[in-house]
């Protein structure tokens, strides 16, 4: 498609949302054909007034081709003085682009819809590249990523962020890093730097093999707000059971 025509298009749907969560999670771009797993997901944030929000969700995903990857979540938020309540379902679905390996950089797609429990709230789809490459025991991911909200009668605008990730793979069970998330406001038009939220922090990584195609595999980082609008801290932390 020619760029001229493309444009219109693009500039439609990419023509708004809150974004990331403190149970989001770094992206990559690899699949595995046949995987099967339990995914469980938390996180934590404390913003500049003090006040605290928790966020959860638990989910079950399955390799179904060699570039395809595809998983279901219920999600849960929690605000301070609130209980937890499950406010949302969502279906991710990861594309590997690349082979493994064959490139300087392996890239992928991922595609996100959540789906709110309460209907009177916005849908929101997300979706964006993914990239990853190595320089010997060193791997490094950067993602793009855009997300919009659907809801009638209420005009939108598709919002940019980032992900990046540095993860030193010191062993199989233990390996150290550093995580970084962000948020710029509209995709063409940026928000002003103090209303951009931008965080980073280290970050620990495992697998332990169980046996046989059994594994379990854990991340969790520690982040600290770089901009004003961004929370002070937030833990984040996701365990995988895979078979």
């Given at each position: 498609m020619k760029a001229s025509k493309l444009a219109p298009w693009l500039g439609a749907f990419l023509s708004g949302a809150v974004f990331a969560g403190p149970a989001d999670y770094i992206y990559t771009?690899?699949?595995?054909?046949?995987?099967?797993e339990i995914d469980f997901k938390f996180?934590?944030?404390?913003q500049p007034g003090g006040s605290e929000s928790q966020a959860a969700s638990i989910g079950f995903g399955y390799g179904a081709t060699a570039w395809w990857f595809t998983e279901l979540y219920l999600k849960y938020e929690r605000n301070s003085g609130q209980n937890a309540t499950l406010t949302a379902m969502e279906w991710e679905n990861?594309?590997?682009?690349?082979?493994?390996?064959?490139y300087p950089v392996d890239v992928g797609l991922i595609t996100e819809l959540e789906i709110p429990r309460d209907r009177s709230n916005a849908y929101e789809f997300?979706?964006?590249p993914l990239f990853q490459t190595e320089f010997g025991k060193?791997?490094?991911?950067?993602?793009?990523?855009?997300?919009?909200?659907f809801?009638?009668?209420?005009?939108?605008?598709?919002?940019?962020?980032?992900?990046?990730?540095?993860?030193?793979?010191?062993?199989p069970a233990f390996e150290v890093g550093l995580q970084g998330f962000g948020e710029m406001g509209e995709w063409n038009n940026w928000d002003s730097s103090n209303l951009q939220k931008h965080q980073f922090g280290p970050a620990v990584f495992g697998k332990i093999a169980l046996g046989g195609r059994?594994?379990?595999?854990?991340?969790?980082?520690?982040?600290?707000g770089t901009s004003a609008a961004a929370p002070d801290h937030t833990f984040r932390m996701q365990v995988e059971y895979e078979f």
């Amino acid at each position: 498609m020619k760029a001229s025509k493309l444009a219109p298009w693009l500039g439609a749907f990419l023509s708004g949302a809150v974004f990331a969560g403190p149970a989001d999670y770094i992206y990559t771009p690899t699949v595995e054909y046949g995987e099967r797993e339990i995914d469980f997901k938390f996180g934590s944030a404390r913003q500049p007034g003090g006040s605290e929000s928790q966020a959860a969700s638990i989910g079950f995903g399955y390799g179904a081709t060699a570039w395809w990857f595809t998983e279901l979540y219920l999600k849960y938020e929690r605000n301070s003085g609130q209980n937890a309540t499950l406010t949302a379902m969502e279906w991710e679905n990861k594309f590997q682009l690349t082979e493994t390996g064959k490139y300087p950089v392996d890239v992928g797609l991922i595609t996100e819809l959540e789906i709110p429990r309460d209907r009177s709230n916005a849908y929101e789809f997300k979706f964006g590249p993914l990239f990853q490459t190595e320089f010997g025991k060193l791997q490094l991911n950067g993602n793009l990523l855009f997300e919009r909200q659907f809801s009638d009668g209420l005009p939108h605008k598709t919002e940019i962020g980032y992900q990046w990730q540095a993860k030193y793979r010191w062993q199989p069970a233990f390996e150290v890093g550093l995580q970084g998330f962000g948020e710029m406001g509209e995709w063409n038009n940026w928000d002003s730097s103090n209303l951009q939220k931008h965080q980073f922090g280290p970050a620990v990584f495992g697998k332990i093999a169980l046996g046989g195609r059994q594994a379990i595999k854990y991340n969790a980082a520690w982040l600290v707000g770089t901009s004003a609008a961004a929370p002070d801290h937030t833990f984040r932390m996701q365990v995988e059971y895979e078979f």
